[in-house]
Structures are given as structure tokens and as C-alpha cells.
């Protein structure tokens, strides 16, 4: 059977579907990595929590392939972009709140742009729903630590 559309998607969202599956992949090896890094320093409920969040978003890069092969586009494997890792659980909470303030000010566009295409605009806003769950959640810990202080936000990791 031969019906699939032909890749005539609004350029932005197949370029926005094929960001997320490169910088998404690329951002899930860097939690993977960083859950590691907390699991040797003893602070297993954050290596669980970054585990975890990998997983979901290697979930999202495999609903953005299927739907860029749907759609009949080429899914490339790119370059991705170096990004830092760190061994300080807070300095890294920041980092991950910058990495998720200024993806959702980019994805909100794309999903905005995939609005005719109500399969890839249910994919992009589900994803665009989690990763602002994910903002809540590193702002929370943020604040966390200004009222009960480094030491006691990390027992709670332990
Ligand atoms: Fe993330």
C-alpha cells in the first residue's frame, strides 16, 4: 500500500519534528549521563528522576521519527551540539531549568505552526506539556534548596 502523503508539511514543523529527534536524543544521553553522575555520588532518588526523564523523551524522539516517516519525510542522523555535564546537582538543576525555558519558548512556536495537522499538534503539545511539567519541577527544587538549604535538599536525594 502506497497512500503515505508526500513530505508537504509546513517546512517548520518538519524541521521542528527533526530538531526534537536530534536535540531531544542528544538531551536524553546528557540526563542519562547526569543520572549516573548523582547515582555514584549516593543521591539515588535524583539518578532515578533523571533516568527517568530520559526515557520519556527517548520516547518523544521515537513519536517524532514515526511521524516524520508518516508525513514521508527523510528522518536524518544528525551532529549533535556538545553540552556541558556537571557534578554539582544544583548547578546542573540550573542548567536543566535554562535548557527547558528556552525549548519551550522554541517549541511553543512549532506547535503553534503544526496546528493544520492535528496528529503532529497532539505529539508536539503532549511533549510541550511534559517538558513544562519538567520546568515546574526543577523550579520547585530551585526554590527547595533557598528554604531549606543545600545539605538538607540533598539528604533528600540520597
Ligand atoms: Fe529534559
Same mark, same amino acid.
Given at each position: 500500500m502506497n497512500d503515505r502523503k508526500e513530505c508537504? %508539511? *509546513?517546512n517548520k514543523v518538519i524541521a521542528g519534528l527533526q530538531t526534537i !529527534?536530534? &536535540?531531544?536524543s542528544q538531551q536524553a +544521553? #546528557? @540526563?542519562?549521563?547526569q543520572s549516573r553522575i548523582? &547515582?555514584?555520588q549516593g543521591l539515588s532518588k535524583l539518578a *532515578?528522576? =533523571? &533516568? *527517568? @526523564?530520559? !526515557?520519556?523523551?527517548?520516547?518523544y524522539v521515537v513519536k517524532c521519527i514515526d511521524r516524520l516517516i508518516d508525513l514521508g519525510c527523510e528522518v536524518k542522523l544528525e551532529a549533535k551540539t556538545a553540552a556541558?555535564? =556537571?557534578? +554539582?546537582?544544583i548547578e546542573y538543576l540550573k542548567h536543566d531549568l535554562q535548557v527547558s525555558k528556552d525549548g519551550l &519558548?522554541?517549541?511553543?512556536?512549532?506547535v503553534c505552526a503544526a496546528q493544520d495537522d492535528l496528529t503532529t499538534f497532539k505529539i508536539l503539545s503532549e511533549y510541550y506539556q511534559d517538558e *513544562? #511539567?519538567? %520546568?515546574y519541577w526543577a523550579e520547585q527544587q530551585l526554590a527547595l534548596v533557598e528554604m531549606i538549604g543545600k545539605q538538607n535538599w540533598l539528604v533528600q536525594q540520597l
Open positions: 508537504k %508539511m *509546513e !529527534v536530534t &536535540a531531544l +544521553d #546528557g @540526563h542519562l549521563i548523582f &547515582a555514584a *532515578e528522576k =533523571y &533516568a *527517568e @526523564h530520559a !526515557v520519556e523523551e527517548r520516547e556541558p555535564i =556537571y557534578t +554539582d546537582a &519558548a522554541w517549541l511553543k512556536e512549532i *513544562e #511539567g519538567d %520546568m
